[in-house]
């Protein structure tokens, strides 16, 4: 049998295999025998004499792999040299691996994401009730766990949720609206809180104060006639002695005086802002199913309250204390800023459509230029509100018969924005260039860090939305000299003003020591009670806190860039939760290198939009 292959040298070539049995090589021999018997040369004889293991040492000058005969020789060069290359890339590995490694340092973080960490700290430092177990402020402690079950007219509880300030009341009014702010902030901007590594805690701040606000009415009714204005009290009479949060400087901790639980029947401005808190908590808290129904019925059942008809006053008419602090000057903006919540938490189209409506446009002086216009702050949302409702028009574009009033509202934050620049004298300057939003007016910095906040937040609306800029009247400004002037304002608090004070304690070399603080201002010592009147010795001494109050963002300076360091004059040291809140919002909106907003988490609750067209033009009368 022969088969073919082809020969390398370029003709078949033949295989031949040979059908023979060994039976038959056997009986061939036997017939050739007699030809083994001739004479053999001398060759042949060295053949047959030559032992096995010449025969042995002759077969091994090649190596058989199977299919392949190679050169024993060559075989054993070419393993050797496999394996030496082998054991050098070991060495090479091993010394690479010994060498310590020069990695280029990470880019330390902005002054803005530091100052961040830092302001949110300054919740922790606000908590009543039952604290948790890391809370990391040394000096805190459980405090007023009495609440509401001590007053004899109340009977709940009311432990938990924030103090004001630098004392131990608290007002519901700023409080709800510093939840709605940091709400707002967190749906923006929730990629740069992670980025900083602060979500986490500004997530359980906002939950902190969501969770009191709920105690505050019964939020799981579908109507309620009443809800809590405040716990404690700051009520001042002259010469008067009483044990309150206003007369007593002591530690919230070491409080044993009365006190009472302020109820409102009639207090709409409480009830939008407070539904505007509850509505916006939801949408941050939309991965947890269960916890955000139930905030957003909370919201809707106060919400009720608030448009309840009849008899209507702002909440602080009655309150000399909450008059004094947190003076209410009206409800129609708390309407328009918590309709516009309500509808973003619930896609309810009734919602837009009352927050649109002209008559509450004419109501909150839409129209008109009063005298705190563009000033957003906790009592006046209107330019908050604005700024919401413009974001819907931008990115979704709701068309008929929602586009006019948006339109209107978009036009007039437009215009708020350009009476921020330098440009536009609608607000003074300091001579270090701090914009003077409350006229020369004490206490300025709460409105600064909303005023950055908002500039930044439509900058980066414009962007998101590919408009590179807005007019100012004939003249056109880019986004970023919207950014400028927030950054501006920011660096001016952290230090890049003429004193080259920090505003915010801990933040830099520089910052206030004497902050108009209770629980900073006393030390913490064990067994040891000052009692109401015992504190006043730390409240007058000129020694600094034995406490820093991390993350504070004090009152501010005059309208001179001056600043007194002086605990007993709040005008100048006194940190507020409403004005951290602000602080918070500002900075993660400039904090790190990127720009932009989370688009679609806002109109996670909102339904498509289909616009209706325009009714028909009347008919034409000749």
């Known amino acids: 049998m022969s088969m073919y292959g082809r020969d390398p040298w370029g003709g078949p070539l033949e295989i031949c295999h040979d059908s ?19 004479t053999l040369d001398e060759t042949q004889q060295s053949w047959l004499l030559a032992g096995p293991g010449d025969q042995g040492r002759k077969k091994k000058r090649y190596v058989d792999l199977g299919c392949l005969l190679v050169s024993r020789k060559l075989f054993l060069w070419t393993l050797g040299l496999l394996l030496a290359a082998a054991a050098l890339a070991g060495i090479a590995a091993g010394i690479a691996k010994a060498v310590p490694r020069h990695h280029a340092p990470p880019t330390p973080p902005d002054q803005f994401t530091l100052a961040l960490r830092k302001a949110l700290m300054f919740f922790n430092a606000q908590k009543s009730g039952k604290l948790p177990k890391h809370n990391n402020v040394p000096w805190r402690g459980d405090s007023c766990l009495k609440d509401g079950r001590s007053d004899e007219a109340f009977r709940r509880d009311l432990s938990g949720g924030y103090y004001d300030g630098g004392g131990a009341v608290k007002f519901n009014f700023p409080s709800a609206f510093s939840m709605t702010l940091l709400s707002w902030s967190v749906i923006e901007y929730s990629t740069k809180y992670e980025a900083a590594g602060e979500l986490g805690h500004v997530r359980d701040t906002i939950k902190w104060g969501a969770d009191y606000l709920l105690k ?21 009479s002259p010469g008067s002695s009483q044990p309150n949060d206003h007369y007593c400087w002591m530690r919230p901790e070491d409080i044993d005086y009365p006190r009472p639980v302020t109820e409102c029947h009639t207090c709409p401005d409480l009830g939008a802002e407070m539904a505007a808190a509850l509505a916006a908590a939801s949408i941050v808290f939309k991965d947890n199913r269960a916890y955000s129904h139930k905030l957003l019925h909370g919201a809707t059942t106060v919400w009720e309250f608030a448009r309840k008809g009849g008899s209507r006053s702002a ?11 947190y003076n209410s000057t009206g409800y129609w903006d708390e309407y328009m800023w918590g309709g516009s919540w309500m509808y973003l938490a619930t896609g309810n ?28 702050s906790w009592d006046n949302k209107l330019p908050g509100a604005q700024v919401l409702l413009s974001r819907l028009r931008l990115f979704l574009s709701p068309g008929y018969p929602y586009e006019e009033m948006l339109r209107t509202y978009h036009n007039q934050t437009s215009t708020i924005m350009c009476s921020y620049l330098p440009d536009f004298r609608s607000f003074n300057r300091t001579k270090g260039g701090l914009i003077q939003l409350n006229h020369g007016q004490p206490q300025p910095l709460q409105y600064v860090v909303n005023a950055a906040f908002l500039a930044s937040l439509f900058s980066d609306y414009l962007e998101a939305a590919d408009t590179p800029g807005w007019y100012c009247g004939p003249h056109f400004y880019s986004i970023e000299v919207l950014r400028s002037f927030a950054r501006t304002q920011m660096e001016y608090i952290l230090g890049k003003n003429p004193l080259k004070m920090s505003y915010v304690v801990g933040h830099g070399k520089h910052y206030p020591k004497r902050v108009h603080h209770r629980g900073a201002s006393i030390p913490k010592k064990k067994g040891i009670h000052p009692g109401c009147k015992g504190g006043w ?33 709040r005008n100048y040291t006194e940190p507020t939760l409403a004005g951290n809140a602000g602080l918070v919002a500002a900075l993660v909106a400039l904090s790190g290198e990127g720009h932009g907003v989370d688009k679609n988490t806002m109109f996670s609750a909102v339904p498509p939009m289909f616009p209706s067209p325009p009714p028909p033009p009347a008919p034409w009368k000749p």
Do not use: C
């Open 20 to 38: 023979a049995t060994d039976d038959d090589r056997s009986r061939n021999l036997d017939l050739d025998r007699a030809a083994l018997s001739r």
């Open 216 to 236: 505050t009415f019964n939020s799981t009714a579908h109507s309620i006639d009443r809800l809590v204005a405040q716990v404690g009290s700051a009520a001042i």
């Open 315 to 325: 909440y602080s008419a009655l309150r000399s204390d909450a008059a004094k602090f």
């Open 349 to 376: 189209s009734s919602y837009l459509q009352f927050a649109t409506s002209v008559e509450l446009a004419k109501n909150v002086h839409v129209f008109s230029r009063p005298p705190n216009y563009g000033v957003f």
């Open 537 to 569: 010795t730390w409240r007058d001494t000129k020694k600094p806190n034995p406490h820093i109050i991390v993350g504070a963002m004090v009152a501010g300076p005059d309208r001179h860039d001056g600043f007194k360091d002086i605990r007993k004059n």
